[in-house]
């Protein structure tokens, strides 16, 4: 069974560029929650989506965004990028929501703002 | 203000050694997990606990919930070089609230 599977891997910008970054979870899973990872905040919660619907979302400002389509894939965009955009972007997919239902994570995307 | 606060940051010890690496908070999660993160790789859960004064074993690791389900323990017994990794725990304060990570205790095992 094929993993979370992010792309790219990796990516360099431009302040004041967008990214799109995409996320293919496991198969028949239908959560899908994207978390930002750096050195001096660790993982921090963006969105996570379900059916298409977002149900919850991180304390990130507007300029993040993102969606999830009918086949549970999803993507999540940055728009005006910033220095202190640079980070690990991961995404993971659950079969449900809730606690009874592990996270499993992509290998992220590493995003580099100069 | 970091909801799980996970020490210490740093441990470089030699293989066979044991180590406690620990995961606070003052408030109160539904369940607690403890993933494990390699370079250039995403992080992979290795437990979940979910009852206060819970005790899980997972071959050499030993995870602790705390009776007021405020804090987590991971013992690991005899460690070895393929234990090296950064170990992130992560709580739930109910059914579908998002999980909220620790910065992690990265561990390095010396052979």
Not at chain 1, 91 to 113: D, E, K, M, Q
Not at chain 2, 4 to 20: D, K, V
């Amino acid at each position: 069974k094929a993993g979370v599977t992010q792309t790219p891997r990796y990516l360099i910008k431009t302040r004041g560029q967008q990214v799109t970054l995409s996320c293919s979870p496991i198969s028949g899973h239908r959560s899908v929650s994207w978390y930002q990872q750096t050195p001096g905040q660790g993982l921090q919660f963006l969105f996570e989506y379900f059916s298409e619907t977002q149900r919850n979302k991180g304390n990130f400002p507007g300029r993040f965004s993102g969606r999830q389509f009918s086949n549970s894939r999803s993507e999540m965009n940055v728009s005006t990028l910033e220095l202190g955009d640079s980070a690990l972007y991961l995404c993971a997919s659950s079969l449900l929501r809730g606690l009874n239902s592990p996270l499993h994570f992509g290998n992220g995307t590493r995003l580099t703002v100069t | 203000t970091q909801l799980l606060e996970q020490s210490p940051q740093f441990l470089s010890i030699q293989e066979g050694e044991n180590l406690t690496v620990y995961c606070n908070s003052s408030s109160v999660f539904s369940s607690l997990q403890w993933y494990r993160q390699e370079p250039g790789e995403g992080p992979v859960l290795l437990v979940t606990v979910v009852t206060g004064g819970e005790v899980k074993k997972l071959k050499r690791l030993t995870f602790q919930f705390g009776d007021a389900r405020k804090d987590s323990s991971l013992h690991i017994t005899a460690a070895q070089p393929g234990d090296t990794g950064l170990y992130l725990c992560a709580g739930a304060r109910s059914g579908n609230t998002p999980l909220v990570f620790g910065k992690g205790t990265r561990l390095s095992v010396i052979a």
